[in-house]
């Protein structure tokens, strides 16, 4: 008997007894599974002879063959498919015997049905897992992967990306990502953290450093006890104690005062810190991953960052490329967040039109994936039609593009400069629909209070315009 649903797998019912049959195949037809139904184990031998099942389910007693008989059986022949065995409390150890042999799990009789529900479904999960890590890695072998995890890319730099973070799957290295604002660096951590097995499940605890005071740093990073400094009026537990036994990630690790850059190194040399205001010392195991913008190098020379703390940071180095450099996945990341955003608006978006393709290939980004990203959100919102446009880009996608003449040459117009002015624009319109709150103009171009303070007084923007 076969009971079909849409769910797409297949369970294969072995046991003498109807009302088991019955009972089963309704319950994991009802479930969303595929189920077939059999007597015994050589009526179970006779059916996958021509049909496939994802996993059986078989009575341990049964005549003609039995449980015992049909898993040998199973184990030779399809040994993929995971075997669930039934037993009565009297033969669990008969079940536990058989679980040595192979065997998935078992449940025991009278069967209950969340039971063997839970069991499936941890199965499923599992199963599920090892496909994605085949499928990664067969991705991995043809260099053809579009998408990891959730960063989005297929140009040869991503690659090189994807390939690095393969490199410290089981690992708990330290990571230094280096990439400009808005290239992703945030998902490289992600990735990096749940790609590990070890870490699978465990913390991943995110701290922007940039955006904090020394003062307010260290006590976010190592806690503090009450009375430690003014406003301290209870003991806090710091990142790093939250972190144990997973990751932390430590956006902008170029802000550390050289007083917090010593307390990083040892923590990372020994495992050890204090909380502030604290004499006693506490212990932790924790995978640091870091990420700047800067080029830490430099800040050397300048004696800004710590030679030996570089040199424990930089142990696998992943740089995100900027994308400009691959223009190539602009098409791919537009698709992806045309689908993510009309989920949270009221009208269906098929795309974006040639035209509107080129423009976005033709300008340069300065604010990278994450500008990208906002001016794609911003378009679906103002869309007319189903199709985005160019109209429906700021002034500054569609005329600050930089012009390159036949020969090459920017007409008298220097690179830097003229990725500058677009960028320029862009904080400016941001600070205007904001009325110059730079909290919230920091949110809508999704970068840090001190980010935006630094390009504002790089592009003469700290006094307010009337």
């Known amino acids: 008997m076969i009971s079909h649903n849409s769910n797409g797998r297949h369970i294969l019912v072995v046991d003498d007894e109807p009302l088991v049959r019955r009972s089963l195949s309704k319950l994991l037809t009802i ?3 595929t189920v077939s139904s059999v007597a015994n184990g050589k009526e179970a031998i006779e059916l996958l002879k021509n049909y496939n099942a994802d996993i059986i389910i078989t009575d341990i007693k049964m005549p003609q063959m039995d449980g015992l008989q049909l898993l040998k059986e199973v184990k030779k022949n399809m040994p993929e498919v995971p075997v669930i065995l039934i037993t009565s ?35 499923i999960k599992e199963r599920s897992l090892r496909e994605e890590n085949l499928r990664l890695k067969e991705q991995l072998s043809t260099g053809s992967r579009q ?16 390939n690095l973070i393969d490199a410290v799957t ?4 330290t990571v230094l990502i280096h990439g400009e604002s808005g290239t992703g660096k945030r998902l490289v951590a992600h990735a990096v953290h749940k790609y590990n097995e070890q ?11 940039g955006a904090l005071t020394e003062t307010l740093l260290e006590s976010e990073l190592f806690g503090h006890v009450k009375g430690a400094f003014t406003g301290a009026i209870k003991d806090k537990v710091g990142r790093f104690e939250l972190a144990d036994g997973g990751s932390i990630f430590l956006d902008e690790i170029d802000a550390f ?15 050890e810190f204090e909380r502030v205001g604290d004499n006693k010392t506490m212990k932790v195991d924790v995978r640091v991953i870091a990420a700047t913008n800067q080029d830490l190098r430099e800040l050397i020379e300048q004696g800004k960052f710590r030679q030996d703390l570089y040199y424990r940071l930089n142990i696998i180095n992943i740089k995100v490329p900027p994308l400009r450099d691959r223009k190539g996945d602009i098409k791919l990341l537009v698709d992806d967040f045309v689908k993510k955003h009309t989920q949270h608006v009221n009208k269906k978006i098929e795309g974006v039109s040639e035209g509107a393709l080129a423009v976005l290939m033709n300008y340069e980004w300065p604010g990278n994936v994450r500008e990208l990203e906002n001016v794609i959100e911003r378009a679906i919102i103002l869309s007319k039609g189903p199709v985005i446009t160019p109209e429906d880009f700021p002034d500054f996608i569609n005329d600050k593009q930089v012009k390159v003449n036949g020969n090459g040459n920017g007409n008298g117009l220097k690179l830097k400069d003229a990725l500058a002015s677009p960028e320029k624009d862009l904080i400016l319109e941001a600070l205007n629909s904001t009325n110059w709150n730079r909290n919230e103009t920091a949110k809508t171009l999704g970068i840090n209070r001190t980010t935006l303070y630094k390009k504002m007084h790089k592009y003469g923007l700290l006094k307010k315009k009337s």
């Open 31 to 33: 479930s969303g599974y």
């Open 89 to 123: 409390f009297g033969s669990i150890e008969n079940a536990v015997e058989a679980i040595k042999q192979g065997a998935y799990d078992y449940v025991t009789k009278p069967i209950v049905d969340s039971e063997i529900k839970l069991v499936i479904e941890r199965l």
């Open 147 to 162: 998408r990891f995890h959730n960063i989005v890319g297929k140009d040869e730099r991503m690659q090189k990306v994807y």
């Open 170 to 173: 089981n690992t708990r290295a």
């Open 199 to 209: 870490e699978r499940g465990k913390p991943f605890v995110e701290v922007s450093c």
């Open 257 to 271: 005062s050289p007083a917090l850059q010593v307390k990083l190194l040892r923590v990372l040399q020994e495992g």
